[in-house]
């Protein structure tokens, strides 16, 4: 494959040079944007111009990844032209959280199931949309050992609007794109690296993505006296404290962010459905682990792929990993470009969710708090 790369800001347009090369040649073209750049239309115009031929898609971020540096209120384009692979795509309106799981269903059944082998999947954030059910409607209509990864869009720290781009402009609901034929070579996994501290507690009443009671206690006050004196500092202390969920003794946990809190109800909601029935437990952030873990995720997908070194890598990382990092943002990048070598142009954005299997084999889930890599290669 070929892969063209270009930064687009305000100041500065185009960088390093306005995209071209692969015109006429690309069959897919990633944007991950601020909100505000793709509303205003002048880059997504560029790219369906540029790129006539190519399935167009992408969306609204928390920040924009390109190699290893981290920026916002930017525009990152990946182009890619597949030597033999092809790719196909599909985009569905979604009118609520209730029609999520139909709208996954709609996008499977819109992807031809020959030769399909990989769908990466880009949604609207909550509350227009239940990524989790979303995945699952995809999932149960799919052909058997088609996996499906990608992410939920951000809107920086505003949690305002965010936006899926899909032929040459921002709009609404969720996109797809299918990737076919068995030259193509792709891995995918997803870590995080927080670390658990208190007891588990079982989920004994919830609703959706809204944690009411932990072994019949209220969640919330549960919640505040383990943060301590940091529970004056709730909502926005929550980024660095969320909850892994798990179904059943040695299942690996699901990650799940506090978005806000209600005192009158006294309940917590999250980035995605916190079943009643399963077992929470706190996490806490660890600088050097949340790096580890984006390393480990990157050093899967280099053993997934053989002797086939990858070509592209898309990474999603959560936008909590962003804000607790900080400074130190670039450096699970950097970890990542270590692990999969110097060859693979990296691509990607941080995001309200992360959409993947911990790796191949397991079941695809929505994730919050992780880096979700990606890998492509086409060997010879």
């Known amino acids: 494959m070929e892969i063209e790369q270009a930064r687009w800001t305000a100041n500065e347009g185009w960088t390093p040079a306005a995209p071209g090369r692969l015109a006429g040649r690309a069959g897919l073209v990633l944007i991950f944007g601020d909100r505000d750049v793709l509303e205003d239309g002048r880059v997504l115009k560029d790219a369906r111009r540029i790129y006539p031929g190519a399935v167009v898609t992408g969306c609204s971020t928390a920040g924009e990844i390109l190699g290893v540096e981290v920026r916002d209120g930017t525009a990152a384009l990946t182009a890619v032209a597949f030597a033999r692979a092809k790719v196909a795509g599909a985009r569905t309106d979604i009118s609520g959280t209730a029609d999520s799981f139909a709208a996954g269903a709609r996008l499977a059944r819109a992807l031809a199931p020959e030769g399909l082998t990989h769908i990466l999947l880009l949604a609207e954030a909550p509350p227009a949309v239940n990524a989790g059910e979303l995945v699952k409607g ?3 209509n799919l052909p058997p050992g088609v996996a499906v990864t990608g992410g939920v869009a951000g809107d920086g720290e505003r949690f305002e609007r965010a936006r899926v781009v899909w032929d040459g402009a921002a709009v609404g609901g969720a996109a797809a ?8 070579k792709v891995s995918y996994s997803s870590r995080g690296g927080w670390d ?30 383990y943060l301590g004196d940091h529970a004056g500092n709730l909502p ?10 798990r179904a059943k003794q040695g299942e690996e946990g699901v990650v799940r962010t506090v978005l806000a809190i209600d005192e009158v109800e006294q309940s917590m909601i999250f980035a995605g459905d916190v079943p009643q029935g399963v077992y929470a437990r706190l996490m806490k952030a660890n600088y050097d682990r949340l790096i580890d873990g984006a390393s480990a995720a990157a050093a899967l997908c280099r053993e997934a792929m053989g002797a086939a070194p990858a070509e592209l890598a898309l990474l999603i990382s959560c936008a909590g990993r962003k804000m607790v990092l900080g400074q130190r943002v670039e450096e699970e990048l950097e970890a990542v470009r270590e692990a999969l070598g110097p060859g693979a142009a990296l691509s990607g954005f941080y995001s309200y969710g992360e959409i993947a299997p911990f790796a191949g084999g397991a079941r695809c889930e929505l994730h919050n708090e992780t880096m979700t890599i990606t890998t492509l290669s086409e060997p010879a």
């Open 138 to 140: 995809m999932m149960v």
């Open 177 to 184: 794109v299918g990737f076919y034929g068995a030259a193509l």
């Open 196 to 225: 658990p501290f208190g007891p588990e507690r079982l989920i004994t009443r919830s609703r959706g993505n809204v944690l009411y009671e932990l072994d019949g206690q209220s969640a919330l006050e549960l919640y505040k006296k």
């Open 236 to 245: 926005g202390a929550a980024v660095h404290y969320p909850l892994a969920l």
